[in-house]
Each structure stands twice: as structure tokens, then as C-alpha cells.
Antibody, heavy 119, light 107 residues
Framework: QVQLQESGPGLVKPSGTLSLTCTVSGDSINSYNWWTWVRQPPGKGLEWIGE???????NYNPSLKSRVTISMDESKNQFSLQLISVTAADTAVYYCAKLLRPVNVYDFWGQGTLVTVSS | DIQMTQSPSSLSASVGDRVTITCRASQYISNFLNWYQQKPGKAPKVLIYAASSLHSGVPSRFNGSGSGTDFTLTISSLHPEDFATYFCQQSYSTPYSFGQGTKLQIK
């Protein structure tokens, strides 16, 4: 059974950097799957942030591309999200998820972690 | 970017009712359309992938159809555990966008 677990600070100051890590168990991030970050502001819908793949990527949402970096640490079976210059609009629950190829569906998700941007 | 429009945004129904949720893509996405169910405080769970394929372990009362730009999710007979929010998602081209969600409430 694949499991994903997000970790990182729950509070970030405005203009600061949001950094989260997703630890994967039950699968290798070197597999033929894409690893993704999705966020959900409180009470709102889902926003795709970006994805990374052992053999390619990363791909980013154009709306966030200037501020976001997704990377992999294969030795730890983890992938990470960094979002710079955050504002209150970046307050959200952040999920990591696994994209199953070739059907392109998110079949496993982390439980999500709330990140609040506030001074 | 592809925009996904779901309707209705909210829906009230009773146990045993048949309900249908629609999702429209702003451009052609073939059958790269997924449906997820989300309950409060939980991550989304996949119900249907590739427009009409039932994910493992999902009850057969959930049915997806459509291709191209227009898609539907039908729940044939509502169970108490089905009251949740439903999202469609296109996975045809990045950024993989989601619909705004349909909140299914008990009447």
C-alpha cells in the first residue's frame, strides 16, 4: 500500500518561503509515476501546483511558476515543494499525490497539511 | 489552460435518490477526466478515472460517462456516506485543472 505524508511548518510569515516535504512509502519515487503537489484554500476548490518525475519535469502551474520549485531526494524517497514570496492568498491545505500513468489519475494522496501565512 | 466547469455547485437530495453532476471542459480532453469525492478534513479519493472506469473498491452505484468536452457523474441510489463534495479533474494537459466542486447535501 502506497502512503504519502506531508511535513513542514504550519505557519509562514508574509514574504517568506513555504517549504514542504512529502515522504513516500510503499513505492519508489524512481518509478514511472509523476509526483504532484495540489493545494486547497479553506472552503475552496483544488489547485494543481506542479509535478515531478524521475525521468523528466518538473512541470508547474503557470500561475505559480515564478515562485515555485519542486525537487526530489531519491535517497530519502521524498519530494519537496518550495514557494517563495508568500502572501495570505497562499494559505491552504497542501496535498502531495501520486499520478498513476498512463491513465493519469491521482490514486494516492497524503492526508494534507495546513499552512497559514500570517505575521 | 483548460477550464473545468461543474454544475450544480450544490445539490440537496435524499437517501435513495439518483443524482447527476456534470462537468464541461473548455476544450477537447478526450477521456482524460477523473472524478473525486472529498469529505470534510480529508484528502480527495478517486471514484472514476478515464471518464468511465470505476476505481478499485468504489461501489457500482457510481457511474461516469462522456468524452470530448462533456462529462457526467451519476450516483444511482444515494447512500448516507455519499454526502460529500465531488470534483472533476482533467488530466489531458498540464496544469491538470479541477472543477470548482459540487457539494451534495442531505435534503
Amino acid at each position: 500500500q502506497v502512503q504519502l505524508q506531508e511535513s513542514g511548518p504550519g505557519l509562514v510569515k508574509p514574504s517568506g518561503t513555504l517549504s514542504l516535504t512529502c515522504t513516500v512509502s510503499g513505492d519508489s519515487i524512481n518509478s514511472y509515476n509523476w509526483w504532484t503537489w495540489v493545494r486547497q484554500p479553506p472552503g475552496k476548490g483544488l489547485e494543481w501546483i506542479g509535478e515531478i518525475y524521475h525521468y523528466g519535469g518538473p512541470n508547474y502551474n503557470p500561475s505559480l511558476k515564478s515562485r515555485v520549485t519542486i525537487s526530489m531526494d531519491e535517497s530519502k524517497n521524498q519530494f519537496s515543494l518550495q514557494l517563495i514570496s508568500v502572501t495570505a492568498a497562499d494559505t491552504a491545505v497542501y496535498y502531495c499525490a501520486k499520478l498513476l500513468r498512463p491513465v493519469n489519475v491521482y490514486d494516492f494522496w497524503g492526508q494534507g497539511t495546513l499552512v497559514t501565512v500570517s505575521s | 489552460d483548460i477550464q473545468m466547469t461543474q454544475s450544480p455547485s450544490s445539490l440537496s437530495a435524499s437517501v435513495g435518490d439518483r443524482v447527476t453532476i456534470t462537468c464541461r471542459a473548455s476544450q477537447y480532453i478526450s477521456n482524460f477526466l477523473n472524478w473525486y469525492q472529498q469529505k470534510p478534513g480529508k484528502a480527495p479519493k478517486v471514484l472514476i478515472y478515464a471518464a468511465s472506469s470505476l476505481h478499485s473498491g468504489v461501489p457500482s452505484r457510481f457511474n461516469g460517462s462522456g468524452s470530448g468536452t462533456d462529462f457526467t457523474l451519476t450516483i444511482s441510489s444515494l447512500h448516507p456516506e455519499d454526502f460529500a463534495t465531488y470534483f472533476c479533474q482533467q488530466s489531458y494537459s498540464t496544469p491538470y485543472s479541477f472543477g470548482q466542486g459540487t457539494k451534495l447535501q442531505i435534503k
